[in-house]
């Protein structure tokens, strides 16, 4: 295409150009699986790349909605809400979390935005000045980057590695941390390796942030992305931060426990133990109107009370992720077991380039990400967020494709092509 | 309270920190109404003040949402959409604005986000860097300095004034433009105003940026703030931006004309004359996920093609505005007639203090908004989104009070109080 006017060109920020540019992994196993579906057939592509839950949403979902859109008692029931939210949605959030963080939180100290991405970004945009640093554990949730770059933050990585079952190791945390920086995002049940971080990890990065808040002179917030706290294997328990530490703020949805990540449903909730916690409820509230993330949909948010009640049948993950650990197990491929969330982030063997395995899987009818959209080279991530008979049909293609994949792989490389 | 810790005032940015100590206009009058309305009871006050419309949606909302709700033939019904949003509904919006602007508008054009002020946001993420500046006609819907401030840009207002009926005058908007500017937002009808942008306006203001886009050798976009497009009065036109100016961009959403605010449904037009229309969607797209405003909820995504076939009975606002227009001409109060949108923005007379007005005028049972909350003292805004009823009721009190708070205001004057 022949652009005759110049000034098209620069109609972008040079950031946004080059992202634009810029063919991301995820993208470009995208594309070669659109080509494999055209060329087979779409069920014949197992794609295990998608974060999207396909468990249902509660039964009750529906008999909900209809309720609250027959619902007259509600003044203007599509009408701008209050920029924290409705309170009835608030209350919900603060009984649910009160249980989980086994404090009493009150409903000031909750804040309802559309989705958990919403809520980090108007957290983030709250606290954060321009060069601020963010400590983000990697591997990590591929956006969390964006948000802190939203507000021309510096992301700071602190790398976690297998061998160490992707835990936080003190030595490489505290290397971290300057008089720049002000926040550390942790999520767990972990995106992309399912691990929960334990009490000692979590009292450690307490205690470091207590250490360099004081330090430095102003508080380093702990912002804990407990997207997936109820989305838990048998006996495996979520960790608890507000105990802990102050300086803390959780962030959660429903879009994964309820299955409902497309109609943008999230809270933030804050530390009781903070004083000046409606002051800073106020702000992050005006933060909510500016960036206009606004309160979630107004049909939901009147809906969230009843929706609480429930989860969607989150047992049949424990299901889907044995079934993936078995071929895995059979393939004599290393992992570390998932505690939680929807994902599994298996290694590669240490001869194999990553993005000619997963490349080469797509073409197999395999979909997974690679694991350097994570910031982790080396693993990939396969998401089993689909019901356990898909999954099953999905590994068993797995089991035929992986050695394939491998033994080409070795061919290859032996022959040095 | 006393706070212990000092890292607590030290939480927010220093931004945040002034924004929750500063009292708005806006925020003194509610805080006045508050108490008037504990004193002699809710119904006693007449708020003039918001821009929720209480004109009820289109009937057939409850029923459309039913058959979305129901509708079993749409995969993954709750889960992630593009980052675009649905093309469904992408193509309703493309429909009908190649309707309004009279140009071909093809679905890849258009972009869907939670709200219109969502959309201004990811649209503003993608062309500033910081330091940027964005020409803003003032008065001004009172959110765009701050959505400009997300981003470090920089707000440079271009004054109107009543004398020029709030048109824009071409020797004091040339003055705006520097080597920085990158946006001007245009918002017609207009809020506070109610008055619509010429079509002579409109040419103007395109040559401007035309010519310090080719001096400056980086295009300067147009937003158009068309949230108020279909909320005319009898026989007024709406301006069309497309076949004047290459590089803009309408917002809209139906949070005006269906009444449904609080459901968070905007869209983003992008004038088709771009050649690199689909690269610059794309850029927006990765803005709406990174920014978290994200595509709106899937249920009223599903529903918009069926929505937009209707509009709330805007017609009422006629009949309001004639009502409000009536009881100033009375009081022989000055304003612009407003051609669309829901606001009108009476002049305060010379020697009167506007906040002293608004106060007074609150405690005689009347909330109107200071002018100054807009970027223009001496005025008001005072909404006429209620249905006509009640607007009747409201001015029969402001007919009492008006006199009354000017008298005393001129008293107080003379006795130098």
Known sequence: MEIEDPLEKLSLTPYMT???????????????????????????????????????????????????????????????????????????????????????????????????????????????????????PSPYFLEFPYYVSNFYGKSVFCETFFEEKWQINKERLEKCFTAKTRVIIINSPQNPTGIIYSEDTIKMISELCQKYSNKYGRPIWILSDDVYCRVLRPNKKHHQIFKFYKFSVICYSLSKDLSLPGERIGALIMNPKIKLCERNIHAISM????????????????????????????????????????????????????????YIFPKIPDEIDEMEFCELMVENFIVVVPGSAFGKTGFYRLSFCNKPEDIQKGMEQFEISYPKVIEELRKRKKNNI
Do not use: W
Request: some cysteine.
């Open 287 to 342: 933060s909510n109107e500016f960036l206009a993330i606004y309160p979630p949909n107004r049909l939901h948010m009147r809906a969230l009370p009843k929706l609480l009640k429930f989860t969607s049948n989150i047992e049949l993950y424990n299901k889907s992720q044995e079934i993936v650990e078995n071929t895995l197990k059979k393939l004599n491929i290393e992992f570390i077991p998932p505690e939680g969330a929807i």
């Open 18 to 136: 080059d992202l634009c540019q810029s063919s991301s992994a995820i993208r470009k196993m995208d594309a070669i699986a659109k080509k494999m579906a055209e060329k087979y057939g779409k069920d014949k592509i197992h794609n295990f790349s998608i974060g999207n839950p396909r468990v249902e949403p509660p039964e009750t979902y529906n008999k909900i909605m209809m309720e609250v859109l027959q619902d007259k008692s509600f003044y203007l029931p599509h009408g701008y809400a209050p920029n924290t939210g409705d309170d009835e949605g608030r209350k919900a959030i603060a009984e649910l979390f009160s249980k989980i963080q086994e404090v009493e939180i009150s409903y000031k100290n909750v804040i309802l935005a559309a989705g958990c991405a919403g809520v980090i970004n108007i957290f983030l945009r709250t606290v954060l000045i321009v060069g601020d640093e963010v400590i983000i």
